[in-house]
Nanobody, 114 residues
């Protein structure tokens, strides 16, 4: 299983970015895909996740600003990030949970300038 993330970059505070992550390989139809972020000197934390049935959960800090979605046919998960803040600056990692295993993408850097 491989995960490839796209869409990071530099944006001004208040701006938007859209991350995408495509999974390839042997993907079981029942799974959870999500995004985590890790700021410098901090632990990796869940941003948002979505199950293959469409159930979602997200960190309180991003509720109302970030939206996670997925395309099951493409095994792709998206994270629409609006109203970005400097505190959102981090490396964002795509995650796939399947059969109690975790698969990680390579990470994409999001930098929000204030």
């Amino acid at each position: 299983v491989q995960l490839q993330a796209f869409g990071g970059g530099l944006v001004q505070a208040g701006g938007s970015l859209r991350l995408s992550c495509a999974a390839s390989g042997s993907i079981f139809r029942v799974n959870i895909m999500g995004w985590y972020h890790q700021a410098a000197g901090k632990e990796r934390e869940l941003v948002a996740a979505i199950s293959s049935s469409g159930s979602t959960n997200s960190a309180d800090s991003v509720k109302g600003r970030f939206t996670i979605s997925r395309d099951n046919a493409k095994n792709t998960v998206y994270l629409q990030m609006n109203s970005l803040k400097a505190d959102d600056t981090a490396v964002y990692y795509c995650n796939l949970k399947m059969f109690n295993l975790n698969y990680w993408g390579q990470g994409t850097l999001v930098t929000v300038s204030s």
